[in-house]
């Protein structure tokens, strides 16, 4: 078999979550984190999107109404990660989450880009990050990316408010 190469254009489109409350999830996605509803399937789906894209995360409660959450020790969706454009937005949402007390469940640097981590109403993990500048991702020495965990500076990132 001929080795193939996604093409670099390619991205992640959306991703589609199963919840138990829609209502609830909206609260949270739309209200508290900004997206805005595209379109609303009954009282059973929601399409939210930023800036106007046909939809970057799907809800839904088709299988999923009124259940529990998702066992943490089983296979499945780890977190969906929300990239922000600037460290300054990633600032505002940090605020807003500390101002309504939305519990957030990690804060780390990880060389590339500073990230927040947190659960959905249904503990679907979210992370709310940034991208540091390509030119400023840390390297090894044989030009490999030195990503780390360390502990991200709440105060210096709420600075950029």
């Not at 799907?58 to 977190?79: D, E, Q």
């Not at 540091?132 to 709440?154: A, C, F, I, N, V």
């Amino acid at each position: 078999m001929i080795p193939y190469t996604i093409p670099d254009q390619t991205q992640i489109g959306h991703v589609h979550l199963k919840v138990a409350d829609l209502d609830r999830a909206l609260q949270f996605y739309r209200d508290l984190l900004g997206f805005t509803v595209t379109t609303l399937y009954g009282d059973q789906a929601a399409f939210i999107s930023a800036g106007g894209y046909h939809h970057h995360i799907g809800l839904n409660t088709w299988y999923s109404k009124g259940m529990p959450p998702a066992p943490v020790r089983s296979a499945g969706l780890f977190h969906t990660a929300i990239l922000y454009p600037t460290r300054r937005d990633l600032a505002v949402a940090l605020k807003r989450l500390i101002d309504a007390h939305y519990p957030i469940t990690g804060a780390s640097d990880h060389g590339v880009s500073e990230a927040i981590y947190l659960n959905d109403p249904d503990q679907n993990g979210v992370e709310l990050y940034w991208d540091r500048p390509k030119e400023d991702w840390p390297q090894k020495p044989d030009g490999s990316l030195e990503m780390y965990t360390h502990p991200l500076d709440l105060e210096g990132l709420l600075g950029e408010l």
